[in-house]
């Protein structure tokens, strides 16, 4: 789902969308079928419905939509079949007028999953394919046509893919018109291979590698990411770039029709993609008030972007595409290591502090008067903060760092687990009191656990802020109705004042409706400290209730 996703928006996959893999859910955002809508009305689908359930808003029409079930991995040849029935009389017919024609084949990816790429069936799948791109080339493409045929993704040894392999990341991008789609001249050709090497180096392709583990000369043919695949078919068909576009124009099909000033064009064009992700980054940080996407954190990156406007000002074009390109790819990486670069480490910290809180709130829940031992909670505090740092170091000394893991953790955020932890600890190991187990302790124990396993389903992590207000508010009504005191009314008042200010997440827009979403700056400090102190005071005297 979520390649398809990147293939028609130009974004990067997410972790909350990996998990939509079974359950795709509507793109809201603005994507390339949207802008080809506008254009061309003749646009017919087939084959897979992951599209229909991501595009609903293009793909609706009973009479050019066929979307079949993508999940019935042991038929290699229903859904084939089925789209060769609509796409032949379509594309060789006379009874229909088509602009463009969408088919997504299966049989492919169901023979890989069910029997690995190397039976006998894969042989027979990857000729029919072979087959078809024969007859689409030889029957149907003309000077006004142009195919372009790709896999959104490759297959691992076993047939399968989602992990980060070489032969799973790796997919083929064929483009054919019987108009030219490039330039062959020298010139043209070295100023292609210098961009998509600097594109190489700045994104961390490894050419040698894939030549080894594919068995193909890598170096003879570009390595294009799928987002950039974006813009380079808004071009190629005269639509506006998606806005949330990410990706960067291939530049060996950035060829004007007249053959004049060939670098201008290029050059125009590449400035037309960058303003368009710079439009995207001002349009995010604004919106969302991320520290990440503030002007002073993207400065570096911006850099290039007005250096290439200052090239182009001065006539200089084909250092403009350079530098235009440096801020585009500059800007995938940036945002990968945002989105979509996942840190295991912190990860596993996360959940290791869900079940030490858990465990530590599900314990003291049913020990009534609760007293500290101290000399046994310092000398626990000290255990585990001395554990904490001496796995510190050796994390360190392996460079756990270098290979993904807690690469995104401050010093901030590590003191703040260690004190978590410890104080979880503290609390089992040194807290004693009488023990009950009487129906209010299960209702305190079941809140808990449910709010501990919400985190496990993609809309409660999107949402967990209200939902742990929610279980919060619901466990002090029942609190209030057991007892008929105040202090479940006030506990709940103060949790509906923090609820007032808090972070959107990204995917929370537009509901999310905080009194103050931004973060901790210079301007708000005042604020923001001043209420954090008020929530402060409250706290201390609510617990001074009990």
Known sequence: MQRVKGLMTGSLPTFIDAGENFASSVVTEDHLLRQIRTRYKELYFMGDDTWTNLFPDVLFEANKTFESDSFKMFDLNTVDDRILSHLWPLVEGTEHTWEVAIAHFLGVDHCGH??????????????????????????????????VVMGDHGMSV??????????????????????????????????????????????GYDPKEVTERLQYNASKYATVSQIHLVPTLAYLLNVPIPFGNLGALIPDVVINSDDEEPIRHMAEQFRRNARQVANY??????????????????????THLAQAEA????????????????FLTDTIKYCQAIWAQFDVGSMAMGILLLTATTCAAAYISFIRQPAIIWRRAVLLTIGTTVTCLVGAMAALVDGVRGHGWFEKMTTVDAVGAVAVLAGCVVLIGATQGKT?????????????????????????????????RFIAATLCAWWFARSFRAAPILIMAWIRLTGLMGQCREEQF?????????????????????????????????????
Not at 281 to 302: D, V
């Open 114 to 147: 069910t029997y690995g790429p190397s039976h006998p069936n894969m042989a027979i799948k990857l000729q029919q394919m072979n087959s078809i791109i024969e007859r689409l080339i030889d029957k149907t493409v003309d000077d006004r046509t142009l195919l």
């Open 510 to 546: 537009p509901y999310c409706s905080y009194l103050h979403s931004g973060y901790l700056t210079k301007e708000k400090s005042v604020a923001i400290l001043s209420f954090f102190i008020l929530n402060l005071v409250l706290l201390v005297h609510l617990i001074r209730l009990f």
């Open 311 to 326: 090239d182009f000002a001065a006539g200089s074009f084909e250092h403009s595409i350079f530098a235009y390109d440096r």
């Open 436 to 468: 009950i187990l009487d129906h209010d302790w299960s209702v305190i124990l079941t809140g808990t656990l449910i709010n501990a396993f919400t985190l496990a389903s993609n809309s409660f992590v999107i949402w967990e802020d209200r939902g742990t």
């Open 158 to 203: 076993e047939g399968d893919h989602g992990g980060e392999s070489v032969e799973e990341l790796t997919s083929a991008l064929f483009m054919h018109s019987k108009r030219p789609l490039t330039r062959l001249d020298g010139a043209s050709q070295a100023l292609y291979f210098q961009i998509h090497q600097a594109r190489a180096d700045r994104l």
């Open 281 to 302: 980054l001002e349009e995010y940080g604004r919106c969302t008030n991320h520290p990440g996407f503030a002007p002073k954190a993207l400065e570096s990156i911006y």
